[in-house]
T-cell receptor, first 114, second 116 residues
Framework: DGGITQSPKYLFRKEGQNVTLSCEQN?????MYWYRQDPGQGLRLIYY???????QKGDIAEGYSVSREKKESFPLTVTSAQKNPTAFYLC?????????????FGSGTQLSVL | AQTVTQSQPEMSVQEAETVTLSCTYD???????LFWYKQPPSRQMILVIR??????QNATENRFSVNFQKAAKSFSLKISDSQLGDAAMYFC?????????????FGKGTLLTVNP
């Protein structure tokens, strides 16, 4: 079945540590996104990529980094510069990244700080 | 910057009844897209319904329909014949048309409880 796979489901970060969240899709979508969700908040865009080897910052990119070396994969690294990383992280994809396209979401990764 | 406001943090409805969730947005654009997404306890986001601003006709998807008032910048979601499976967080979202329109701006959500 086609879809988006995020791993791990739960992740713990120690002080000063970088951690990487995985996102893989087999939908052949060009566009991929990373959103952060905090309790009582909507989703906020971290990074966006519309094509391989290209990505743009969203509203809250500070302390995060991404790569898009393959169409299927869009990993997110939460760096030690992100001082408040505890949140639920959602990866999504869409066909081209424009218009009224439906976003397909993964099942999310809950990141917590030890 | 575009903003999306959901003024009802929580709503409840009796099973088989109808409920309306409110959403307003702020934009200077004339062409854009609006969405309602549902996030059940599994936390997986699911598209419920979408509306193109240039279409006057309100979108419907089975028991779900919208009341789109462009002049008032209002986009409410009506759920008819509510079912227990409709219990979820509902997010309204906005996306402008044209240019670098990748960004989907979400409201803070409305938690819907369905009472048996």
């Amino acid at each position: 079945d086609g879809g988006i796979t995020q791993s791990p489901k739960y992740l713990f970060r120690k002080e000063g540590q970088n951690v990487t969240l995985s996102c893989e899709q087999n939908l052949n979508h060009d566009a991929m996104y990373w959103y952060r969700q905090d309790p009582g908040q909507g989703l906020r865009l971290i990074y966006y990529s519309q094509i391989v080897n290209d990505f743009q910052k969203g509203d809250i990119a500070e302390g995060y980094s991404v790569s898009r070396e393959k169409k299927e994969s869009f990993p997110l690294t939460v760096t030690s510069a992100q001082k408040n990383p505890t949140a639920f992280y959602l990866c999504a994809s869409s066909i081209t990244g424009f218009g009224n396209e439906k976003l397909f979401f993964g099942s999310g990764t809950q990141l917590s700080v030890l | 910057a575009q903003t999306v406001t959901q003024s009802q943090p929580e709503m409840s409805v009796q099973e088989a009844e109808t409920v309306t969730l409110s959403c307003t947005y702020d934009t200077s654009e004339s062409d854009y897209y609006l969405f309602w997404y549902k996030q059940p306890p599994s936390r997986q986001m699911i598209l419920v319904i979408r509306q193109e601003a240039y279409k006057q006709q309100n979108a419907t998807e089975n028991r779900f329909s919208v009341n789109f008032q462009k002049a008032a910048k209002s986009f409410s979601l009506k759920i008819s014949d509510s079912q227990l499976g409709d219990a979820a967080m509902y997010f309204c979202a906005y996306r402008r048309s044209g240019g670098s329109n990748y960004k989907l701006t979400f409201g803070k959500g409305t938690l819907l409880t369905v009472n048996p």
